[in-house]
């Protein structure tokens, strides 16, 4: 059996000193003008329901500033417009490329000359999945 | 006066098998299944599924089949499940007065008083969800959380008439679908129940909002009589805000192996103790007791069987992981014998009081106040690095015994590694 009673320390009624710690001296001219730190998330919304990270792979996108392994923020909640980043499924492909929407003609287009557009024909089956609100890239050298 | 009460069921369509598929568009029209713990049978299927597999069958027996006519099978994800679900929820909760999420994929909306067209409200609802999570829900509307679980039924149901959302405040549908559903479809009216009130020629959800109310309680329980009250239209269950805090709290789960040496099945128990002691501390409860038990397989005829538990009686009510590990480990060590290849551990917290409310009489020990900070700063840590992050040392980083997942999806929530990649080369994509 284990003993059940613990070892008699008389360490369980310490009480850290700081919490007694009174400040003295000048009060801080800035501390009527405290505001809350950025906040990143905040920033982004990226605390909100129907927001999501997603990986780009790839160099399809460079021209519009997102490179292989950059991370976008993408809203769900937000309608499609001509000319908006988005994250589109082809025929089941995912893909992030700029929406294209002239006359009746739907394309997805890279920002890469090395890249053809994507134009959405008959029989194809086009999703929007979210539109692209910000990137997010490492300059790290590692 | 108060308006009258109105409440909406909203539940998502194969919860599990949608969440798979927000990441994975090419698998739109493709049947899924996903598998329990250890990957042991199937606990949820998508609609085109449902005609090649039951729930609950070994994921062995029909590993094959389902192989044949291309159903993808899934590891159990409950990190991107739970995420999803949160997402869900929030976006409900932004659309109505007052919100009771009832499960992982469902919840009551409290709509009394809420002006204006509900049906419309429902369609709305449904909308956004889809919009902003992908996952699809069904929304039942009645006057009680009874009817609104058969309205959300019957919406399914009828999903080509009712796309998926059903009003039963009108009385004359409210007939028509109870007449249409058997009495086992009914909120809270299991298999043994329904055999029972057959034999009373109660086969409809219809026969018994019209049977009489004190026969049921007298033959069943208060609970039946309140069902058949709640079908016929009399509100009887409100919305529940929060949970009452549990009674007590189970972790058990099944090894990954057989194992049959003590060593692992301690480390096991000492995770189960983990896990559990953050539940009781979630809920500002402290243990009085607690049960260790351990068990082989019990279906396999080949193998020899042997089940044993012990309960502890704890010095003093308490939440102490150290305290609860290091007797459940004496514990496991009294129960274990040689000789046998185990299959499942558990551990279970008995005697909940809330933090307070017990009265130790002046001699008795209770948690010092040294205990409670260690305590608020292991989950302080664990809540901002992740679970584990600190752990009792008897909790291995990697076990061995793991439960066995070895068709999940990636964290594509949860984690910045498992995060979904797009525009991959067609070369680089993961075959299904």
Redesign the interface.
Known sequence: MTSILGPITCGSGVVPRYLFRIPAGFPSPAADHMEQPISLDELFNLRAPHMYLVRIDGDSMQGAGIFDGDLVLVDRSLEARHGQIVIAAVNGEPLCKRLHRIGGQVALRSENPRYPPRYILEGDELTIWGVVTFSVRSHDLK | MNPAPVFALIDCNSFYASCERVFR????RTPIVVLSNNDGCIIARSAEAKQWVKMGQPYYQVKELLHRHGVVAFSSNYALYGDMS???M??IEGMVPALEVYSIDEAFADLAGVPGDLDYLGRCIRERVL????IPVGVGIAGTKTLAKLANHAAKRWAVHSGGVVDLRVASHREWVLKKCDVSEVWGIGKRLTAHLQGLGIRTAWDLSRAEPGLLRKTFSVVVEKTARELAGTPCLQLQDIDPPRQEICCSRMFGQRLTELAPIKEAVATYVMRASEKLRGQGSLASKMRVSIRTGMFNPDEAKYANGVVVQL?YPTDDVRLLT??AL?AVGRVYRQGFRYSKAEVLLLQLCRRGEFTGDLFT?SQ???TERVMSVIDGVNARWGRGTLRSAAVPAAAQWAMRRELMSAGF?TQ?DG???????PT?RRCT
């Open positions: 568009p090419d698998l739109l949160q997402r869900v929030t976006v919009k902003h999570t992908g010095p290091r007797m004496e020990p010092t106040l040294q929530t910045v995060l979904w990649r797009v525009n991959r080369a680089e």
